[in-house]
């Protein structure tokens, strides 16, 4: 099922990218890696999502946008079933990843997780070695065969997250000595060493001063040849940097989803254009 | 009332409080002070090396520090483990609603509240007296070996007593570390028991060694549990074997305040023993905050 493309990928780096383009083009629709169908979820009685269809596409970045409480978080890590360390949440529906319905209680989360990567708000490395931070996905994952080719894996994954010159004369000092962008930056790295198909990013800049936030930004950008991207953030300019297609949640239902350039240049709903105009939220 | 009254009482609870705290201070100075005094002229290298002579009256100390040591040893390789499980379990997989999980809580709570000398009952009855002489009969044909008092059934009545103590110190610090490491863990495609051995337990280290040694502190002064489970009256060798009978440190202050034949002259070897005793708390304690500090710098900087 979940294929190779990551997988195949080459050692070396892409070309960088200095100056992003101003305005991204929309592009032409892709095949659809993750479709939700009227999904809806409940922590208790509480209901948090209702009804949520819509598709993620292959090697895009989607963009999920909407005020504090508005569900967008509870939606991301559904794909990743990452809710399911709370106790008492209920889900129905769909979630279709390549076809599988991962919400299903007999799916293998454990599995799932390794190819749908995550990336949180704060910072989270492990107090370890920044070299430990990321061989530690390829341990439990038994992905290193020997010492070699775990260093070449971490300097692999490292080098992906265009993080390994700033790194490489101290890959065993503690990753907690780096600054908030630079452990944001080996999160990411971390969960790429796993070879996910998918990464998602919770408000991975909300915690980050503005240079580390474009630093990231354009990483995201650099990442989406290789990776469907998923991004929640309460940064419109953000959303609308970032992203080819975003969606709109209001009070756990999906206003509006469609490609980025139309959702902020031609809204079609009115509570979007009162939200990405600032008028509430 | 008038606000000058108010500033007044003001004043007089503080100075209430604070002389409650300088009562604390000036009884354990008062403690302190009459041990260190009487305790320190017959301290000495002998002390701490020769067994007891003279009917109690001369010699040392030195196989009731052996037989304390050898008890809060064997007592931690039972209790450290038994306790981390116990806590992993509240802490990381217990539903909180559930009726299991309501009765084990208030199954430690209530251990933690029995006397000792219950503890001292209870591993006469079960230890020695039941899993004893169940090995006695089923691996020497009857023949005493197990079933009497012994230093392995004194350390296990122990390790019952200290268990609540490990426990509830190992699981604070598995509450205390961050939910963000879990989520990476988990996120990353790791398993429950990864997430929790490679990364929540080694967090928690500190902890646990802090429950490990604030058990044996507690151990160390505990005489009412091993009275009847292996703790001697006068043994002039140390136990070579895990069904020996031992001396202990506690246990020999009793000794000596109340059967010696001679009050007068057993009195300084008695403040002497106790100081020896009060020290080797205060090491312990002091080595927990040690090693606790240690571990967390050494987990902010590798």
């Given amino acids: 099922m979940l294929s190779t493309a990551a997988n195949s990928r080459s050692p070396i780096i892409r070309t960088e990218i200095k100056e992003l383009p101003a305005v991204q083009k929309p592009e032409a629709p892709k095949n659809v890696r993750v479709a939700a169908k009227d999904f809806s979820f409940w922590y208790g009685s509480r209901q948090a999502l209702r009804k949520i269809s819509m598709d993620i596409y ?13 569900g967008k978080s509870t939606f991301l890590r559904s794909l990743n079933r990452m809710n399911d360390m709370i106790a008492g949440v209920r889900m129905e529906g769909e979630i279709l990843l390549d076809g599988q319905n991962i919400i299903s209680p007999d799916i293998d989360v454990v599995a799932l997780r390794r190819n749908v990567g995550m990336v949180f708000q704060q910072p989270n490395p492990f107090p370890k070695s920044i070299f ?11 992905m290193i065969k020997n010492r070699a080719d775990g ?47 998918i990464l998602l990013m919770d408000e991975p800049a909300s915690a980050l001063d503005p240079i580390s936030t ?47 350039v139309q959702i902020f240049t031609n809204p079609r709903d009115k509570r979007t254009e009162d939200y990405i105009t600032g008028r509430f939220g | 009332m008038g ?72 007592m931690t390789i039972f209790v450290a483990p038994a306790g981390v499980f116990v806590a992993i379990y509240f802490s990381e997989y217990a539903d909180r609603s559930s009726w299991f999980y309501i009765i084990s809580r208030q199954a430690v709570n209530n251990l933690a509240g029995v006397p000792s000398i219950v503890f001292g009952l209870f591993g006469l009855g079960f230890f020695v007296q039941f899993v004893g002489r169940g090995v006695d009969r089923a691996f020497y044909s009857g023949e005493l070996h197990y079933g009497q008092p012994a230093i392995i059934w004194a350390a ?25 490491y879990r989520e990476a863990s988990h996120a990353l495609g790791s398993t429950k028991s990864q997430a929790i051995f490679r990364v929540v337990l080694p967090h928690a280290m500190p902890g646990v060694l802090t429950g490990s040694i604030l058990a044996i502190g507690r151990a160390a002064g505990e005489v009412a549990p091993i009275l009847f489970v292996g703790a001697a009256y006068y043994l002039p060798r140390i136990p070579g074997k895990f069904n020996d009978q031992f001396m202990h440190l506690g246990y020999h202050v009793f000794i000596l305040s109340t059967q010696s034949p001679d009050v007068d002259a057993t009195k300084p070897i008695l403040y002497s023993t106790v100081f020896v005793l009060l020290a080797l708390t205060f090491i312990l304690n002091a080595l927990a905050v040690f090693i606790r500090a240690r571990m967390r710098m050494a987990q902010r900087s590798a």
Avoid at chain 1, 132 to 142: E, F, H, P, W
Avoid at chain 2, 156 to 180: C, D, F
């Fill in chain 2, 156 to 180: 296990l009545t122990m390790a019952v007593l200290t268990l609540p103590v490990v426990i509830v110190s190992v699981e604070e610090a598995l509450q205390a570390v961050p939910r963000g």
């Fill in chain 2, 3 to 74: 606000t000058s009254t108010r500033m007044a009482v003001d004043r007089c609870l503080r100075l209430l409080t604070a002389l409650a705290a300088v009562c604390i201070i000036g009884i354990l100075a008062i403690i302190l002070g009459i041990i260190c005094h009487n305790g320190w002229e017959k301290l000495s290298w002998t002390f701490l090396t020769a067994a007891p002579s003279e009917g109690m009256t001369g010699g040392g100390v030195f196989p009731a520090i052996f037989g304390t040591a050898a008890l809060v040893f064997i």
């Fill in chain 1, 132 to 142: 430990d931070n990321i061989a530690y996905g390829l341990r439990i994952n038994k």
């Fill in chain 1, 58 to 70: 292959a090697r895009n970045v989607t963009a999920i946008i909407g005020p504090s409480g508005c």
């Fill in chain 1, 214 to 260: 474009s630093k990231i930004e354009e990483l995201i950008f650099r990442l989406k040849k290789d990776y469907t991207i998923v991004i929640v953030t309460h940064n419109m300019q953000q959303a609308a940097r970032v992203s080819d297609h975003t969606a709109f949640f209001l009070q756990g239902e999906l206003v509006e989803f469609g490609p980025t």
């Fill in chain 1, 151 to 197: 260093e070449m894996s971490v300097q692999e994954a490292l080098q992906h997250a265009a993080i390994w010159d700033e790194v490489k004369d101290r890959l065993h000092k503690s990753a907690l000595s780096m600054s908030g962008g630079e452990q944001q930056r080996l999160c990411i790295a971390r969960a790429l060493a796993v070879r996910p198909q």
